[in-house]
Every structure is written in structure tokens, then in C-alpha cells.
């Protein structure tokens, strides 16, 4: 049976589609939604009329440390290394999951574990990176480099509805959650060094959405953008048009992607984002 060179694994707060998973060869570790004491590795449908009552009820489960060993063995089987590439290790349990299944493989199956300091698809950009790289016969130490380089040119912005969900969770305070409650305003939130932290504020949706769009147009060149969405596909894929007519980036360059249960499930519905790669140098 012949060896392959390096296989990347990420958990799937990363938001890739399936389909862009299966054609770079990434192994996804779900990281799944509970609901009144049961898991659901599907999440929670924010479309739904009771989105709302149900997510008061969810929170999230991080992957555990069996789960990442069995996709490592996966791996083993016809590959020679792994990186793994989690979210922020600031954002929940799941590096550190990763860091101690590598330990159960050590030595005979290398395992680099690399913390994204993101999300959504602040990792996924990532990870794509990285698959590409492993696709074209890169080592594992060339991998790991690339995406600390590639996690100093990443961005992700976006906006919520409440920010009640977020304080529920602990991922941002009760004091930011107050003041960004203040006059019905869209909390706009940033990732940054590997944390969500507050960003601006915008009156209205609308306004929101423009203040997204100029985010991107300051950043000047940029490499990738992904538009993210928690249940607003139709307006998602509007502003997608919109920032490629504007960024004069090909279609293939701007993303659209739903921001999965166990992102959503902290953010709430209606949340709206992009994260984006800057050009090298």
C-alpha cells in the first residue's frame, strides 16, 4: 500500500463545505451541539421558527480526545505525518483534545497540532491552505509555518444581533454585552489573538453590512474572502456579489459559507461576517 505524505485534520468549527473537504483529503473531528443532555452533531436549524427557545437550551461539546485519536489512526493508515489545525485554543478545550491524542500515537505516527487562533473560516482558510501545501508534497514543518504566517494576515469581522449569546457562553464579558445591548445597536466583534473581542457598532442592518464591505475595501489586497452567515444565506450570497464586483476578486476568491452549529450556537441567528486572508508582504 503506498504512503502518502501529510494529512491535515481540523475540527469542524472550521465551516468548509464537505465537498471542498473531500477534494483537499481533510479529516473534520465534529465538534457537536447538546441539547437538554443530548448531542447533536447536526447543531441547530437557526431557520427555524423556535431558533431562539432552542439555542436558549444549547451549548457546545468539545471533541474528545478518542475522537481525535480514532482520526488520527485514520490517517496512519496511508499517510506518513498529520497536522492538526484547531480552533483558538482561547475559544474552548478542542487544541488541547488534539495535543493529547498526538501524544497517544508518539512516536510511531508524527502529529504536529498548530492552533489556528481563529474560527469559522478564519481556520478553514487556513486549513485549505495546508491542504494544498500537503497535496503538493509539503513536510509538516513547512505546513505548521505557513499557517502561523498565514494566521498574521487573517481577519474575521462580524456582527450579531445580541450579543446574549456570546456572554451566555463566555466568550465575551457581561460589560462589552451591556454596552453593545445599548440603543438596539449590531454589535460588530473581531477575532483578535485568538479571542472575540468588540469591534465597532452600526445602527442598522444595513449599516452593518456597508461597514463590512469597507472593512475589506481598507485591507487593500487581499488574497481569499469568505462570507459568513448564521442563517441568512440569500443576503450572505447579495454581499458575496457585492465584494467581488468591488474587490474585482475572481468568483472562486469570494466565498460563501454558513457558519456551522457549533459557531452559531454561541453566536445566535441572523449573525453575519467575513474573514479574510491578506496578500503576503
Known amino acids: 500500500m503506498s504512503t502518502l505524505g501529510v494529512c491535515v485534520i ?3 468549527t472550521c465551516d468548509l463545505p464537505a465537498e471542498v473537504c473531500d477534494r483537499l483529503g481533510v479529516i473534520v473531528v465534529p465538534i457537536a451541539v447538546e441539547i437538554d443532555g443530548a448531542l447533536h452533531a447536526d447543531g441547530v436549524d437557526l431557520s427555524s421558527a423556535d431558533a431562539i427557545e432552542t439555542l436558549a437550551r444549547a451549548s457546545t461539546a468539545q471533541p474528545s480526545i478518542d475522537a481525535f485519536v480514532n ?3 485514520q490517517a496512519a493508515g496511508d499517510h506518513a505525518s498529520a497536522v492538526v489545525i484547531t480552533h483558538s485554543a482561547k475559544l474552548g478545550g478542542t487544541f488541547e483534545s488534539a495535543r493529547a491524542a498526538a501524544a497517544v500515537l508518539a512516536p510511531a505516527f508524527p502529529v504536529t497540532v498548530v492552533d489556528s487562533g481563529s474560527v469559522t ?4 482558510f487556513a486549513v485549505m491552505r495546508a491542504a494544498e501545501m500537503a497535496q503538493a508534497g509539503a513536510s509538516a514543518e513547512e505546513i505548521a509555518a505557513e499557517v502561523a504566517d498565514q494566521r498574521g494576515r487573517t481577519e474575521v469581522v462580524f456582527f450579531v444581533e445580541t450579543l446574549e449569546y456570546l456572554e451566555r ?5 457581561r460589560a462589552a ?3 453593545g445591548g445599548a440603543l438596539q445597536l449590531k454589535p460588530m466583534l473581531r477575532i483578535d489573538e485568538g479571542q472575540i473581542v468588540p469591534f465597532d457598532r452600526s445602527r442598522t442592518r444595513a449599516r452593518a453590512i456597508d461597514d463590512l464591505a ?3 475595501a481598507d485591507l487593500g489586497i487581499i488574497e481569499r474572502v469568505a462570507v459568513l452567515h448564521s442563517s441568512t444565506p440569500r443576503e450572505a450570497e447579495e454581499f458575496a456579489a457585492r465584494l467581488r464586483r468591488e474587490t474585482g476578486l475572481p468568483n472562486d476568491r469570494v466565498m460563501v459559507t454558513r457558519i456551522g452549529p457549533a459557531v452559531a450556537t454561541h453566536i445566535g ?6 474573514a479574510v486572508v491578506d496578500l503576503p508582504g
Do not use: E, Y
Request: net charge positive.
Open 177 to 179: 454585552a451591556l454596552i
Open 214 to 216: 469597507q472593512f475589506v
Open 10 to 12: 481540523t475540527d469542524s
Open 169 to 173: 457562553g463566555g466568550r465575551i464579558g
Open 71 to 73: 482520526a488520527l489512526r
Open 269 to 274: 441567528p441572523g449573525a453575519m461576517g467575513v
Open 121 to 124: 473560516m478564519g481556520l478553514g
